[in-house]
């Protein structure tokens, strides 16, 4: 089983739309989450982290659920400038050791 | 220059080539990382240096060779390659907290 798996995608959705994606990591000494953003051809940057209350970051919401070692990341009124590879990070707890997911793509259309 | 840099940004080299990949970073943190992204695979973390200290050595293959002569600067040292290590090679920095901020990346072909 992949330590940090995700749905590649692609999702494609029209400008407005809601659209949300999961994650669900392997270890449960998981100890810190975070949601990148990689455009193509660019390098990953971080789009939040993700705390056990849930948060919240404009048109973005991440939730975490440690008993089901489960992550998500719902936007809302979709941007075309949306469109890019998200990627799911999780920290097993060794300083500075992430884990990526593969990411899922995300398209934006008008 | 601000953030982390990288050079060369793109790199074609032969398999008995010896080169460097350069990282710097400009955000005063003390650990930065190497990284492999390979084409349809997720980012594979390849080296962590803390403090200029090796921390963690992901398995890599002994033709990737690291160095980090202080909490600025780290090299990718690359010698006698195979194809299949042609990849996206990112370099990252942090300070105390787990969020890294990487480099533009250097795309590496090896023929």
């Known amino acids: 089983r992949k330590e940090v798996e995700q749905d590649p995608g692609p999702f494609n959705v029209p400008e407005g739309a809601t659209v949300a994606f999961n994650c669900t990591y392997s270890?449960?000494?998981?100890?810190?989450f975070f949601w990148y953003r990689q455009d193509c051809r660019k390098e990953p940057k971080l789009l939040m982290s993700?705390?056990?209350s849930g948060n919240e970051d404009g048109r973005f919401t991440a939730q975490l659920n440690r008993a089901s070692q489960y992550i998500s990341l719902l936007i809302r009124d979709s941007k075309l400038s949306d469109s890019a590879t998200y990627l799911c990070?999780?920290?097993?707890?060794?300083?500075?050791?992430?884990?990526f997911g593969q990411g899922t793509i995300l398209t934006v259309h008008p | 220059e601000t953030g982390v840099t990288q050079t060369p940004r793109h790199l074609v080299m032969g398999m008995t080539n010896k080169k460097s990949l350069k990282c710097e970073q400009h955000?005063?943190?003390?650990?930065m990382y190497w990284y492999k992204q390979s084409a349809k695979k997720p980012l594979e973390l390849m080296f962590v240096?803390?403090?200029?200290?090796?921390?963690e050595n992901n398995s890599v293959p002994s033709r990737f060779s690291p160095e980090c002569p202080n909490s600025s600067h780290l090299f990718l040292h690359l010698h006698t390659l195979q194809p299949e290590d042609s990849a996206l090679y990112l370099c990252?920095?942090?300070?105390?907290?787990?969020?890294?901020?990487f480099g533009p990346g250097t795309r590496l072909t090896v023929l």
């Open positions: 990252a920095s942090s300070q105390d907290r787990v969020e890294q901020f």
């Open positions: 270890n449960s000494a998981s100890q810190s």
């Open positions: 955000l005063g943190h003390n650990a």
């Open positions: 240096y803390n403090f200029k200290e090796q921390t």
């Open positions: 993700v705390y056990s």
């Open positions: 990070v999780v920290n097993i707890g060794s300083y500075g050791k992430l884990t």
